[in-house]
């Protein structure tokens, strides 16, 4: 039996942690400042990476590429994060009428990626995410300041600065998901950090969504596991 396995996903903005024991998962998400979490063997932890990596030391031999995921017509430049995610969904998700998976991604950088049901890469698209987006505005403008609180308005005109700007950038995320998902024919899971405050915003009905908050980590742990099977 394989038990005790961490796991760490250096994000853009946050580090991503998983404890795989007695076949249960648990999650957890740190700053990139903060210390490493007690009982965790930095040689034993298996790791990823899509951002810069943090101030203390991981140990190469550990680490999962995206070349190393078993995924048919996946591109070794296809950000690791998102294989996971596609190999999770392959694995995880119900899909008896053998629908095409769309794999909305809400973290720093939003991407949508697609894949059918044989897990062929069909491929997708990559967007800014919500705070990428308020934080561009705030740099790029003299008056614009990222708003403090993420309450998403009602309403789709307003005279409010920061609810302006919040509605607009959610419309931005929202509605690409709205252009693109099709609920005849695609499954759509939603995943990453501000995946609860964007799902409330969709036009598609709920029970059409599955949230998957974990999606990413999921897939990594499945990936390991299936090394380890296979060794």
């Not at 694995?91 to 697609?114: E, M, Q, R, Y």
């Not at 509605?175 to 024919?185: A, M």
């Amino acid at each position: 039996m394989i038990s005790d396995i961490n796991f760490l996903l250096v994000g853009n903005s946050r580090l991503h942690w998983a404890k795989y024991s007695l076949n249960e998962s648990k999650f957890f998400h740190t700053s990139k400042e903060q210390k490493v979490p007690e009982n965790i063997d930095l040689d034993q932890l298996i790791w990823a990476s899509v951002g810069k990596l943090p101030n203390f030391l991981l140990k190469g031999d550990n680490e999962i590429k995206t070349k190393d995921i078993r995924l048919s017509n996946l591109p070794d430049y296809f950000g690791v994060d998102r294989a996971f995610a596609c190999l999770a969904a392959l694995n995880i998700i119900p899909n008896p009428f053998k629908k095409d998976l769309l794999i909305a991604d809400f973290g720093t950088i939003f991407s949508i990626t697609k894949l059918n049901s044989n897990g062929s890469i069909i491929g997708g698209q990559l967007i800014p995410g919500f705070l990428t987006q308020l934080k561009s505005m705030e740099q790029n403008t003299k008056n614009l300041k990222v708003p403090q609180k993420y309450e998403i308005p009602i309403k789709d005109f307003l005279i409010n600065t920061e609810e302006a700007m919040l509605k607009g950038v959610i419309n931005s995320l929202t509605g690409v998901i709205n252009s693109l998902f099709n609920p005849e024919k695609d499954i759509l899971i939603i995943c990453g950090g501000d995946s609860k405050l964007l799902t409330k915003s969709l036009k598609t009905q709920k029970e059409n969504i599955i949230n998957a908050p974990n999606l990413v980590m999921e897939g990594m742990i499945i990936h390991h596991l299936s090394m380890k099977k296979l060794a």
